[in-house]
């Protein structure tokens, strides 16, 4: 089992729609979790860090943590055709880490 | 400011060959890593570098190796390569001192390497 799983789609949802990308982790010692976009073509950039577990807003983006399910979400409100990418969820056990863990990625197309 | 670059982008080279590749980090960055991308795999780190000492090490084969210079600019080096080397290989650029944050990375375009 891979430590960290995530469902490689291909998720194609209309313009507008609430769009819901999930992973799970198996290690328990992964305390920082982060949501990448990936474009065709280009490297994986930033879109949402979380610390605990809770809820974490960003414009449409909403990063969500369940550490005792081991399980982290991000929604995608009002999605638009520029949002189509892969999205990365990623993880490391300390702070100043930059040994990331991550899942294999969500294709996403959002059809307009 | 400039981002990360990686050179050459496109690669393809023959089983059992050696290859290189080179990034160079942000201006001020001292740390770089380097993961690999595959569709079977995903994102998989490989190494990290920070002031020309390889701080940390994924769970690749010795074939894998890097280095990185005064500048803070790094290569990684793949020798005796093997069809499933076939990959993206990003570097992410970051300050690296303590008090950093594992999401203060910066990612380069990667350099598609393909071994025929």
């Known amino acids: 089992q891979k430590e960290v799983e995530q469902d490689p789609g291909p998720l194609s949802v209309p313009e507008g729609a609430i769009v819901s990308l999930n992973c799970t982790y198996s290690?328990?010692?992964?305390?920082?979790f982060m949501w990448y976009r990936q474009y065709s073509r280009k490297g994986p950039e930033l879109l949402m860090y979380?610390?605990?577990?809770g809820n974490k807003e960003d414009g449409r983006f909403t990063a969500q943590v369940d550490k005792s399910s081991k399980y982290i979400s991000l929604f995608i409100r009002d999605s638009q055709p520029s949002d189509s990418a892969t999205y990365l969820c990623a993880m490391s056990e300390r702070a100043g880490s930059y040994q990331l863990t991550f899942g294999k990625g969500t294709k996403l197309s959002v059809i307009p | 400011k400039a981002g990360v670059t990686q050179t050459p982008r496109y690669l393809i080279k023959t089983r059992g060959q050696q290859v290189t590749l080179s990034c160079s980090p942000i201006?001020?960055?001292?740390?770089v890593s380097w993961y690999q991308q595959t569709p079977g795999q995903g994102l998989q780190f490989l190494f990290e570098y920070f002031s020309e000492t390889q701080r940390n090490k994924g769970n690749f084969p010795g074939r894998f190796s890097g280095r990185q210079f005064s500048n803070s600019r790094s290569e990684m080096n793949v020798s005796t390569l093997e069809l499933g080397d076939s990959a993206l290989y990003l570097c992410?650029?970051?300050?690296?001192?303590?008090?950093?944050?594992?999401?203060?990375?910066?990612f380069g375009p990667g350099t598609r390497l393909t071994v025929t």
């Open positions: 979380t610390y605990s577990s």
């Open positions: 290690n328990s010692a992964f305390q920082y």
């Open positions: 201006s001020g960055h001292r740390s």
């Open positions: 992410a650029s970051s300050l690296g001192t303590s008090g950093g944050l594992s999401y203060e990375q910066y």
